[in-house]
Every structure is written in C-alpha cells, then in structure tokens.
C-alpha cells in the first residue's frame, strides 16, 4: 500500500490535486484552512492554514505553504517564473506585511515548501543559506515521503485495513490498464467498507469510513488517469457515488456526513469534467466517433456512451447550481451562475456532437431511452425546449424511415440478437420486434413539450407501421431504490405496463397520464428526490441501464411550454 500510495503522491499535479491532499493533511491534524488556492497570482502563499505544529512543537502557528510539483533542483529554486526562491520572497516582502489577518500577527510564522518529489542534493546549500539569512521566520520543507507518510497514517488507516482489502485495492489498481475490466475488485473495496460503515455503531468510526472511501477512490481514479482510460474513472466514479448514498442514508443524518457527500459529488464532477476535457475536441468533427469503429453497431453504441456521458456531467452541474441558488450571499449566487453556464456549453456541445454523428437517430437498443431521457431533460432544464422538440422530430423521422426502409428498430438489450440483426438482411426482414419502451417514451416526450402535430405523427407511425409492436413503460415499486444502487432495478422491481393505447387527442392522453402520475408514483418518496439529489438516479440508470423513472419527465406535464413546429 504505502508504494502505491507514494506513486499516487508523485503523480499529482501542483493545481487542484496535490493542493488538496496537502488541505486534508492539515484538517487531520486539527488545522483549519483560512484561505483555499486560487488560480493566478498569491504572493506566493497556495495555502494559508493556522493550527498547532504537528511536526515540530505543538505550538499553535501561522501556516504559509507553497506548493510546487516535483522534486526541487536549481532550475525551480530560482531558475524560472514562479520559482521556489521568487515564491519565498514574495511571502516575506509582500504577503506577510500585507496579507496576513490581523488576528493572527502575533503568531509565529511557519513558511513552508511542499512538493511530491527529492530535494536534490545540489541544492541543499542554497536552502541552508537562504533560511538562515530570515532567522525570524521559521522554515520547513514536506517532500513527498513525509506527504506519503501524513497521507498513510492520518487519512488512511491503513494498519486497519484487512489484508483482503489491501489485496482488492491491489488487484484494481493492476487491472485498470485493461479495457475489459469489471470493476470485481473495486465493488469488493466499496463491499468491505460499506459493511463497516452499517456495521459499527461508532459516528467517529462512521466518518473515518467515509473519508477512507474517498481517498481510497480517489487513488483510484489516478490511476485510470495515468493508464490513459478515464472511462474507467468515470465508471468507478459512478460506483462510487452511488454507494456513498446508500450508505449516506441508512442511519441518522449528521452534518458531517452531509460534507462528505458534497466532497463525493465533488469529485465525480471532477471525473466527468476531466473526461469531457479530453474528448471535447471531437464533438465538431464529422463522425467523429465512428472513426475508430469498425460497423454501425459500435457507431452507435459509442455515440450513446459518450451523450449519456455528456449529459450526466451538466445534469450534475444543474444539479449544484440548484444547491447553489438556495445559498446566501453573492458568492453563491456568482458560483450558481457559474455551474449553470457550464451545463449550457455542455448542451450544446452534445447538440453538436449528435449533429455530427447522425447514427444518433436510429438506436439500435431499445434501453438508449436511457440517454435520450437525459438529453431532453437537460435541454428541457436549460429551456432549450426547441432543441428538444428539433431532436424528437429527428428521432421519429429516421426510426420510422429505418424501419421502413431496412427493418431496423430498437430492441431489448441482446448483443448477439442485434449483431445478427445488423448483419443480416432477411433476419431483420422476418424478426418480430414484438415490444418497444423507447417508442413510448417519444410519445410521452411530444406531450411534454406540447406538440400535438409530433404526437400525431407518432401515433401515425405506431398505428401504419408498427402495428406489431407493443407499447411498454416501466415503472420503479417500492423495492427499486434499494436495487438501484448496485444492480439494474428492472431485473428483481417495479413493473411494465403493456398495452398502452393511445388516445386520437394528445390533450386527453395527457390527462390520462397526469390522473397516473398523481395517484402513481412510489419515486416521489425516494430519498435522493425527497432530498433533492435528483441526480443520484439518473446516474444509477446511466451506470446500470434501470429506466429513467417517469417522475422524471411526468412531472413537467403541467408546464405550459411553448414551442415552434419544425417546418
């Protein structure tokens, strides 16, 4: 553990990774964080903390970190902009008679330089001769075996660790490289420390849980970093969030465990920002995602991964922006707006990258419901309604051109089924698709964007083309949201209503379905939609294929929208 660990430490970056982990050293150890890293200039000082030196005397001191990356040598010391030198001075000349609380003026100051690699040995002389020249101030270097060394024994307790969980954080960590990889060993670690977590009836032992679950995932997450596979990150990310909710509500609420959730939700954001950043250029190039893919099939399937993905990332941001805007104050006023501008450049971007990959049109699995839920909502969520309304129209035109034409329509997730499907013409042409969930989802969709003309068209289709086919919907019961976490809820839960008919008027089925909605709808008592962390079950029905709950949708039936039809 404690090598992995030191290659964890190493890889992190000076901004927004090692900052961090150096933060939560100094909160173990009773600090408290009085200014947080800021991009751009700070005169030096990326962390401003006071509390009693835990490494020295027990006094209670000023703290003034610089952070920098790697080992120090003379090329950093003071051989470049933002050297460690030119870091010093600044602290000494500028922040400390300027910056520093008047609170805290008569505490001795400690300045010190925290970096995850060597002091090279050439360079010793000239931090002797530097520091001894300022005997007022005191000085400290944390190279990266003591940031491993405070890592280890204040936020892992890894002397507690079992040797079976120490062997699965081993496993997962050797097993990221592979594309193919299950995840098996990371669900033991999330098991084994699930179980500890309901088991002890400790809230000290409960919160140590908690953070080791983070930290631990957060390793893990690097690691998918530096195998060059954030999709994997993304994925245990997922698993991981999911599971701290459940944990999160099987016993008492208490307000630290509430910070943790949030620092939870924060680093899957992180994740997902992460993984959008470096696929983002390909959302303007045309058929940008079917370049490394051999047949329409994996087309297809990829461009539904990456707009669920997509999705996912601004419907969690919308997710924050609505925490935000019930905070005080500008700060979270300006922090609202900001998440919510970024939820729009996602919109768009996925826009853009279902404008050029047109496969996006005809699904090929009838469970890519799932992804075109999310998109309409987030566009809906954004009032974006026309976007939405233009995408529906697209989808019914080419599902009903495709099956027209080819024969092709969404199916039940079966990929031996639908790869004979795809490849052979007179399998598709004898094939009784039998039942569809997708097509009742478009049509609950028109109505909610209220276009009578889309909803008629649709029953159109359903009434001339595909008379065969059953209308389906699902919906979750009260033993769903304990599935929904770790498995698909539609496998063991809830129930499919067949048979649907549809009225001639859009109006009189929409009163049909809101009557249902009103008198059944076991989500609404969920705890993540009681509690407003809606987005806890969009990410279970991205990450396990559980059908988006109707709640999700029906609930904007009563909305008055207004949208133009497309000509």
């Given at each position: 553990m404690k090598l992995i660990l030191a290659?964890?430490?190493?890889?992190?970056?000076?901004?927004?990774?090692?900052?961090?982990?150096?933060?939560?050293?100094?909160?173990?150890?009773?600090?408290?964080?009085?200014?947080?890293?800021?991009?751009?200039?700070?005169?030096?000082?990326?962390?401003?903390?006071?509390?009693?030196?835990?490494?020295?005397?027990?006094?209670?001191?000023?703290?003034?970190?610089?952070?920098?990356?790697?080992?120090?040598?003379?090329?950093?010391?003071?051989?470049?902009?933002?050297?460690?030198?030119?870091?010093?001075?600044?602290?000494?000349?500028?922040?400390?008679?300027?910056?520093?609380?008047?609170?805290?003026?008569?505490l001795p100051i400690k300045i010190v330089v925290a970096y995850n690699g060597l002091i090279k040995q050439s360079l010793q002389q000239n931090w002797k001769g530097y520091t001894s020249q300022y005997p007022n101030f005191e000085f400290a270097l944390w190279e990266g075996d003591f940031l491993v060394e405070q890592f280890q024994h204040n936020l892992l307790n890894e002397s507690g660790f079992s040797n079976k969980l120490r062997s699965a954080v081993r496993k997962t960590i050797i097993h990221l490289?592979?594309?193919?990889?299950?995840?098996?060993?990371?669900?033991?670690?999330?098991?084994?420390?699930?179980?500890?977590?309901?088991?002890?009836?400790?809230?000290?032992?409960?919160?140590?849980?908690?953070?080791?679950?983070?930290?631990?995932?957060?390793?893990?997450?690097?690691?998918?970093?530096?195998?060059?596979?954030?999709?994997?990150?993304?994925?245990?990310?997922?698993?991981?969030?999911?599971?701290?909710?459940?944990?999160?509500?099987?016993?008492?609420?208490?307000?630290?465990?509430?910070k943790e959730v949030v620092e939870g939700f924060y680093l899957h954001r992180d994740t997902l920002e992460k993984y959008n950043a470096k696929f983002s250029f390909i959302v303007d190039i045309k058929d940008g995602l079917g370049r490394s893919?051999?047949?329409?099939?994996?087309?297809?399937?990829?461009?539904?991964?990456?707009?669920?993905?997509?999705?996912?990332?601004?419907?969690?941001?919308?997710?924050?922006?609505?925490?935000?805007?019930?905070?005080?104050?500008?700060?979270?006023?300006?922090?609202?707006?900001?998440?919510?501008?970024?939820?729009?450049?996602?919109?768009?971007?996925?826009?853009?990258?279902?404008?050029?990959?047109?496969?996006?049109?005809?699904?090929?699995?009838?469970?890519?419901?799932?992804?075109?839920?999310?998109l309409l909502m987030l566009l809906y969520k954004l009032d974006l309604k026309q976007q939405a309304l233009d995408i529906l129209f697209g989808l019914h035109k080419h599902i009903a051109e495709a099956h027209s034409f080819s024969r092709i329509f969404p199916v039940h997730r079966d990929l031996r089924t639908v790869a004979e499907l795809e490849a052979n013409t007179d399998v598709r042409i004898g094939y009784d698709y039998n039942s569809s969930y997708l097509f009742t989802v478009l049509l609950e969709w028109s109505m909610v964007l209220n276009s009578p003309r889309l909803y008629a068209s649709l029953k159109g289709v359903k009434d001339k083309l595909l008379k065969e086919i059953t209308l389906l919907l699902w919906f979750p019961d009260k033993e769903t949201e304990s599935k929904v976490f770790t498995e698909n809820g539609n496998n063991d839960s809830g129930y499919a209503l067949s048979g649907i008919d549809l009225s001639e008027s859009m109006q009189n089925y929409k009163e049909l379905v809101v009557e249902e909605y009103e008198h059944n709808c076991f989500e609404k008592d969920f705890s993540f939609i009681k509690e407003s962390y809606w987005a806890i079950g969009l990410i279970a029905s991205r990450h396990f294929r559980t059908h988006i709950f109707p709640y999700y949708w029906r609930k904007f039936l009563k909305d008055d929208v207004q949208t133009a039809e497309p000509g």
């Open positions: 290659e964890y430490i190493n890889s992190l970056k000076e901004d927004g990774e090692l900052d961090k982990v150096i933060q939560d050293i100094l909160r173990a150890n009773g600090g408290e964080i009085f200014s947080r890293p800021e991009r751009g200039r700070q005169y030096g000082v990326d962390i401003y903390a006071i509390g009693k030196d835990f490494t020295d005397d027990g006094k209670k001191k000023v703290f003034l970190i610089t952070v920098k990356q790697g080992d120090l040598d003379r090329q950093n010391w003071d051989g470049e902009i933002n050297s460690v030198r030119q870091s010093l001075d600044e602290i000494r000349e500028v922040f400390i008679p300027n910056n520093l609380a008047p609170q805290h003026k008569k490289e592979n594309r193919d990889y299950q995840f098996g060993d990371f669900v033991q670690i999330l098991d084994m420390l699930e179980k500890e977590f309901k088991t002890t009836k400790y809230r000290k032992t409960k919160l140590r849980v908690l953070k080791e679950m983070r930290l631990l995932v957060a390793v893990v997450i690097k690691y998918c970093d530096e195998a060059d596979n954030l999709l994997h990150a993304v994925k245990c990310s997922e698993k991981y969030v999911l599971r701290l909710w459940s944990m999160f509500i099987s016993g008492k609420p208490e307000k630290e465990f509430t893919v051999g047949d329409a099939l994996a087309y297809g399937t990829v461009v539904y991964e990456q707009i669920g993905i997509w999705c996912e990332t601004a419907l969690f941001y919308l997710q924050m922006y609505e925490f935000l805007t019930t905070g005080e104050g500008e700060s979270a006023e300006q922090a609202a707006i900001v998440h919510r501008d970024r939820a729009t450049i996602l919109a768009y971007e996925a826009i853009r990258l279902i404008n050029n990959n047109q496969i996006f049109y005809t699904p090929r699995y009838d469970d890519h419901l799932i992804e075109i839920h999310m």
